[in-house]
Nanobody, 125 residues
Framework: QSQLVESGGGLVQPGGSLTLSCVAF????????IGWFRQAPGRVREGVAC???????DYPASVKGRFTISRDNAKNTVYLEMNSLKPEDTGVYYC???????????????????WGRGTQVTVSS
């Protein structure tokens, strides 16, 4: 059974840093397009980072320069490094992966194949 499992969330003070991990079980992440999304209470889910199957990345303006997506194919894991965190970064963070159309995931930020269950990130003093 294939699944994505996120970890690394927690409580962090404004200005702090956190790195999330997303491990794939039951399938090989190499060549997949990857996305990180977040959802705050009462708000729609939004994409915060994506990476195509060949490693091209994209970020929305709200996190560009602060968030970095990366992958370690040997560990079958994707990471989201988050720096200079703000209270508005609070939310449940999800990772997603698509193999079909892996080179186009950053065009429309649409993922249909694999989703994790999320990890909570709270930025508060």
């Amino acid at each position: 059974q294939s699944q994505l499992v996120e970890s690394g969330g927690g409580l962090v003070q404004p200005g702090g840093s956190l790195t999330l991990s997303c491990v794939a079980f039951g399938f090989d992440l190499a060549g997949y397009g990857i996305g990180w999304f977040r959802q705050a209470p009462g708000r729609v889910r939004e994409g915060v980072a994506c990476m195509t199957g060949t490693g091209n990345t994209d970020y929305p303006a709200s996190v560009k320069g602060r968030f970095t997506i990366s992958r370690d194919n040997a560990k079958n894991t994707v990471y989201l490094e988050m720096n200079s965190l703000k209270p508005e970064d609070t939310g449940v963070y999800y990772c997603a992966a698509d193999h079909v159309g892996a080179e186009y995931v950053c065009d429309d930020w649409t993922f249909t194949e694999e989703w994790g269950r999320g990890t909570q990130v709270t930025v508060s003093s």
